[in-house]
């Protein structure tokens, strides 16, 4: 089992930046690929990013790609999403998630995942 808690979310205007965070406990964090996924209101939840569980591959969603950074901490049992260049419609709760052996873009891959940060985008 692992246990993933974000934080980080927040209001802020159109533009700007946030950092989001996910710590893991539990089974050893550095067996995982880690992603991170959201869902607006009346939407299905979105693959936004993924990374390898050494950290040297990363993946992302075209809507996304150039603002939003992936990485992560194994020492620290964390991954982090860097968001830039905040738009309206990236409001949604975002949520880490996490799974063994396959990278994946599909939320029904993954075995894990915490409960979700709000983020939301003033224009």
């Known amino acids: 089992q692992v246990q993933l808690v974000e934080s980080g979310g927040g209001l802020v205007q159109a533009g700007g930046s946030l950092r989001l965070s996910c710590v893991a406990s539990?089974?050893?964090?550095?067996?995982?690929?880690m992603g991170w996924f959201r869902q607006a209101p009346g939407k299905e939840r979105e693959f936004v990013a993924t990374?390898?569980?050494?950290?040297?591959?990363?993946y992302y969603a075209d809507s996304v790609k150039g603002r939003f950074t992936i990485s992560r901490d194994n020492a620290k049992n964390t991954v982090y999403l860097q968001i830039n260049s905040l738009k309206p419609e990236d409001t949604a709760v975002y949520y880490c998630?996490?799974?063994?052996?396959?990278?994946?873009?599909?939320?029904?891959?993954?075995?894990?995942w915490g409960q979700g940060t709000q983020v939301t985008v003033s224009s």
């Open positions: 998630a996490a799974v063994e052996g396959i990278i994946s873009r599909r939320p029904s891959d993954y075995h894990y």
């Open positions: 539990g089974r050893t964090f550095s067996r995982y690929i």
């Open positions: 990374i390898t569980w050494n950290g040297r591959s990363t």
